[in-house]
């Protein structure tokens, strides 16, 4: 939904904005379509050890008891699945543990973007969040997905299972997931609530039109994606206080806006919160009821292996992969015991283990377009979009 990046990439830039220290940036994957046609084994892959991730045990997952020889073809954010282009690879254990081979890997790095790719070409196995899994499912391009072939599925946080839920089927397997929590400069500003981030005239909000469900939230309605045409308006209102506000695209320009004093309080992942403050900046999260969003793997209708796909999604499961990938991306993992080592401290800046702070999470739907009664009719996604390049243009 929001913003994902390989994390070292900030860092380094926050580092060298900050304190004028010298840091090596992780290298951010530049190309969006990846063709990977490796051998069976790692033993002949091109990868240097220092590119390959330890395998752990294999997977088993219980699709099928034989090893198969198909190809997949996928579509992920930067940094979900990375093959070695980008310094770190956990791609090529899973073709050498499986058999199986990945014939396409293409990252975007965009909700848009990927729902653009979507329309492009048929994929396997595809890791969408709120705003492009809504369309697939109604649209009938992915599959419900049986649970029981998804090796370790119940390891994955139960709260975050119930998210991929639709008309009581599962449409996905959590993957890595987000807050918008409002993070400030405690030197100078001391805010309230979250109005504040509303009224400052030193603010920023990342540029995406579900942004409205967090102004919603803010003015204390109590299901911020489904709104009526007069709560969105009310969400447009308090939006509007702001006309000259920064709405960042790369995580990178809010770091620097914090750097040089440009902006005081902003709304973004737990993860620039512990990048600003080892930065040397006294930055903290405002106590308040916030919005987050999942990013799930997804099954096609019309994957050509079915097994394949499965062995991915359990792959996509197990706890190595999980910390692997949210490390690199500065993201929460769906599966709790990936939080061990560095990632620790990322975990818990998101709650991983945290049942009452995740309660205090709304995760983000599409925009339905209607409601149950008594509400009526609520605006949709369409309606949201328009009203929102209004806003930042």
Known sequence: MRHRIPVMAIAGVACMAMTGCAASAGA????????????????????????????????TPSASP???DGTLQILTYKGY??????????????????????????????????????????????????????????ANQVQPIDTAKVTGYDELTEHLREQTKT???????????????IIYDAAK???????????????????????VADAALAGKVADPFELTTAQLDEAVKLLSRNKHRLYWKEPISLVRAFATGKVDIAQATPYFRLLLRKAGKDVKALDVPTTGWVDSWMLSTNTASLDCAYRWLSWTVTSKTQHDAAAWVGLAPANPKACKKELR????????????????????????????????????????IERWRELVS
């Open 81 to 138: 699945a990375e093959s070695g282009g980008a310094g770190t690879n956990w791609v090529t254990d899973f073709e050498g543990t499986t058999g199986c081979r990945i014939a396409r890997l293409d990252v975007v790095q965009t909700a848009q973007e990927m729902q653009a790719k979507v329309g492009e070409r048929a994929y396997d196995v595809i890791s969408a969040g709120p705003e492009v899994a809504a369309g697939l499912i109604a």
């Open 66 to 68: 034989v090893q198969s």
């Open 189 to 211: 500003v001391k805010p309230r609530d979250a109005l504040d981030l509303y009224d400052s005239q030193r603010s920023a909000l990342p540029d995406s039109p579900l942004g």
């Open 345 to 384: 401290r990322i975990c818990d800046a998101y709650g991983v283990d945290d049942e009452q702070k995740l309660e205090k999470v709304t995760f983000a739907v599409r925009p339905p377009g209607d409601c149950k009664p008594p509400k009526g009719e609520c605006t949709d996604y369409a309606t949201w």
């Open 28 to 59: 951010a994957r530049t190309t969006t379509s990846v063709r990977v046609t490796p051998t069976a084994g790692p033993a002949s892959t091109s990868a240097t050890p220092s590119q390959r991730s330890t395998p752990t045990s294999p997977p």
């Open 167 to 181: 008309g009581g089927k599962v449409y996905g397997v959590p993957y890595l997931w987000g807050v918008n929590e």
